[in-house]
């Protein structure tokens, strides 16, 4: 038989035909392999993904309350301990703030442009400024600076512990007879709560006087209905619940990524992935808007 009415012969010679023909061959392995691992899946190990998922969180919650303890014991502010605290709290805040100030100037305008517009079209002016002061400086830009933060400074420096822990440096320190918890993670810990609060209080001074001169201009004459209007929405209740949604989302972004994470039962501690740390973090956040809508406005 000759290659013309070889049909086989044929498919191979046509590097199209034998692409997809590759391609088939790896389906069809992938299948297979698929299948024994079907096979070869015990009940019980669909009972060990729970199992990790709570073991995960309770690490997640013994690290936080390590570092409340610490944050809380003089000792940890000896003055030993003041240069990795300045440089952490340094690292946090200030190669970050620019790019902060830019994004969350930007978007305050825009809101804010697009409200007092929307509001003067309906006949709505006098509701603008509670508005935007409900939607801007109580809600969005404290969620905007805690996933900020987690992005720039937390996540980062999760990831730089996480490989300290796998190259065993925090065991040799704490052999040394240092305490790592305290020397090395702690300041790190400090430095995203700091940056969450500084931020925070930051982009509202901002938002304020980006709204005040939208809606009254470089003048004086407005100011004592705006602080009296923006004094009604920060009543006792919005106040004390914007303190501590700030201080919790500060706590979150600090601790979580710096969090060990035990993957596997008896196995070392392994390098997390950013996907699901990420979702993790983010759904913690959203929890903690959530109890705050439901505090401000039920």
């Given at each position: 038989m000759t290659e013309a009415q070889n049909p086989s012969t044929r498919a191979t010679a046509d590097p199209v035909l034998a692409r997809f023909a590759r391609a088939g061959a790896v389906a069809s392995a992938t299948a297979s392999a698929s299948a024994d691992q079907l096979l070869q899946m015990a009940p019980a190990a669909l009972t060990q993904t729970p199992i990790r998922w709570l073991r995960g969180w309770w690490a997640v919650a013994q690290f936080g309350a390590q570092m409340l303890v610490l944050m809380l014991s003089p000792s940890s502010y000896r003055r030993s301990q003041h240069p990795a605290l300045y440089y952490q709290l340094h690292a946090a805040s200030v190669p970050i703030l620019p790019g902060?100030?830019?994004?969350?100037?930007?978007?305050?305008?825009?809101?804010?442009?697009?409200?007092?517009?929307?509001?003067?079209?309906?006949?709505?002016?006098?509701?603008?400024?509670?508005?935007?002061?409900?939607?801007?400086?109580?809600?969005?830009?404290?969620?905007?600076?805690a996933l900020y933060v987690a992005l720039r400074f937390t996540m980062p420096a999760g990831e730089a512990v996480a490989e300290l822990r796998e190259q065993g440096q925090l065991q040799a320190l704490w052999r040394a007879g240092g305490d790592p918890a305290r020397d090395v993670l702690l300041p790190r810990v400090l430095g995203g709560v700091f940056s969450v609060v500084l931020l925070a209080a930051l982009s509202a001074i901002m938002a304020l006087v980006m709204t005040y001169v939208t809606l009254y201009g470089f003048t004086n004459w407005g100011f004592a209905s705006y602080t009296r209007d923006v004094g009604q929405v920060f009543n006792p209740a919005a106040t004390v619940i914007l303190c501590m949604k700030a201080f919790f989302f500060s706590l979150v972004v600090a601790i979580l990524p710096l969090a060990p994470d035990p993957r596997h039962e008896g196995a070392s501690l392994q390098r997390r992935d950013e996907i699901s740390q990420l979702g993790r973090l983010f759904a913690l956040i959203l929890l903690i808007e959530v109890l705050s809508l439901v505090g401000n406005y039920y």
């Open positions: 902060f100030v830019a994004m969350s100037a930007l978007l305050s305008l825009v809101i804010i442009r697009i409200v007092v517009a929307t509001a003067q079209s309906y006949g709505l002016s006098q509701y603008a400024l509670d508005v935007l002061v409900r939607t801007l400086v109580l809600e969005l830009l404290p969620l905007l600076v």
